[in-house]
């Protein structure tokens, strides 16, 4: 397993990362709930027992911040854990300015206590869009940092604007974005705009759900371009006796776009060929140069929360 520093924030950690919605809730296109508790925490085991040294949770992902803590507890080989913040109201409402600080007061108390810990590693705002920072919830989030509950805290965005905006702040530290083969919007701008600020870089959505995986021939009609698109990607990585899911990671992993990148599951099997795809390294460069012809421009498409609400089949 290849170790990264993350950004500037003397964060050392696996470049792979584990994603843990899929312990707490329903996600995904299959929204296939959770497993049993002891299957997660096995999962989380295996994850650090395979290299794995970054863990992505947040508080609104169901019970996965409790099944981290329990999974890690005080354990020796505890892995970086990074933890979000949503800045909205129990009904899924934004909360008004005035309201956040002492949200986040609360909420980074009740990260600490589920993750079993005295201070989060990386706390992130939890789906940032647009500008989304103004001079209190900076100050908020750094209080944290100042305090000793956090270590280092960023945001995880949607879209253009909102990693933008997060560059404007210096005491950003820590940027995640989308990124995938079929979604390389913040290549030209944002991530040489980071890397130059020392910004510690995490890649999510690199299988865009599993778009980029055998569930591409799954897609409802609505989804016809992108399971196009992912259809192109399959036969170049077939013409490399590649599976698409592996060539998806390798490419966000080698290509140099971010520090970590982090990919979601509640399977075994999953995990361990994720494992193994990382193993490999760097997909050819006339892979790499074969897929910048593959692209989606549409927003909407690239956007999960803007996908249709009609689960595919479970595995
Ligand atoms: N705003 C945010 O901060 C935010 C938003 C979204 C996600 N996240 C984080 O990012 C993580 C990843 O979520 P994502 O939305 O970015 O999805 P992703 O990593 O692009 O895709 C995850 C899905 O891909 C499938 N998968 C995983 N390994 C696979 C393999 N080897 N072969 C085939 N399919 C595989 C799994 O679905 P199946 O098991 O159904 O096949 C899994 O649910 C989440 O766990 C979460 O921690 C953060």
Same mark, same amino acid.
């Given at each position: ?61 169901? +019970? &996965?911040?409790? =099944?981290? *803590?329990?999974?890690?507890?005080? /354990?020796? %080989?505890? $892995? ?5 913040? #949503? ?116 890649? +999510? &959505?690199?299988? =865009?759900? *599993?778009?980029?995986?055998?569930? /591409?021939? %799954?897609? $409802? ?5 992108? #399971? ?88």
């Amino acid at each position: 397993m290849k170790h990264v520093e993350l950004g500037t924030t003397r964060i050392q950690t696996s470049c792979l990362g584990l994603g843990t919605v899929e312990l707490g809730l329903p996600y995904g296109l299959s929204k296939e709930p959770p497993p049993a508790d002891n299957v997660c925490i096995e999962l989380l085991h295996q994850a650090v027992a395979g290299g794995i040294s970054y863990i992505d949770t947040a508080a609104a992902y169901g +019970r &996965s911040e409790e =099944l981290v *803590g329990r999974a890690f507890g005080s /354990r020796a %080989d505890r $892995p970086t854990i990074a933890t979000k913040v #949503a800045l909205r109201d129990e009904q899924g409402r934004p909360l008004a300015a005035a309201d956040q600080r002492q949200h986040i007061e609360a909420s980074v108390q009740r990260s600490l206590r589920l993750l079993q810990t005295e201070r989060l590693d990386i706390l992130k705002i939890h789906s940032a869009a647009d500008a989304f920072l103004h001079d209190e919830l900076v100050g908020a989030m750094q209080d944290m940092v100042d305090r000793g509950m956090v270590g280092a805290w960023g945001a995880s965005t949607y879209g253009m604007a909102a990693p933008a905006d997060a560059l404007a702040e210096a005491k950003v530290r820590v940027l995640q974005i989308a990124y995938s083969i079929l979604d390389r919007r913040l290549s030209a701008q944002i991530l040489p705009r980071a890397r130059n600020n020392g910004v510690g870089i995490v890649l +999510r &959505s690199v299988f =865009l759900q *599993g778009v980029l995986s055998d569930r /591409r021939r %799954d897609l $409802p009609d609505s989804m016809a371009a992108l #399971a196009r698109a992912a259809e192109s990607a399959a036969q170049l990585a077939a013409e490399s006796d590649l599976s698409l899911s592996d060539m998806a990671l390798r490419f966000a992993l080698y290509g140099g776009a971010g520090d970590v990148t982090i990919v979601g599951t509640a399977h075994e099997e999953e995990l361990r060929q994720n494992l193994v795809a990382c193993e490999a390294g760097p997909l050819p460069p006339d892979l790499v140069a074969a897929l910048e012809t593959i692209d989606i421009d549409d927003p909407e498409l690239l956007n999960p929360s803007a996908w249709p609400d009609q689960p595919v089949q479970a595995k």
